[in-house]
């Protein structure tokens, strides 16, 4: 990975962090979001359903 890449990668980590900490909707969004992608990348339609009940019901509480 070219070296600017890593640096980029290191503050996003960073301010994604501080995101997660001062929102708990990003957090939730965030968590959603890297459930799906590895519902995706696991081709497993099983666990589909289950991430659509939690979707459906984010902001509802």
Do not use: C, T, Y
Not at 8 to 13: E, K, R
Not at 25 to 37: I, K, N, P, Q, Y
Not at 45 to 53: F, T
């Amino acid at each position: 990975m070219h070296e600017a890449a890593k640096h980029a990668d290191d503050h996003s980590g960073e301010k994604v962090d501080a995101l997660k900490q001062g929102s708990p909707e990003f957090a939730l969004m965030r968590s959603l979001g890297m459930r799906f992608r590895g519902i995706f990348r696991s081709r497993d339609p099983g666990k589909l359903n289950s991430w659509i009940d939690d979707a459906v019901g984010f902001g509802r509480n």
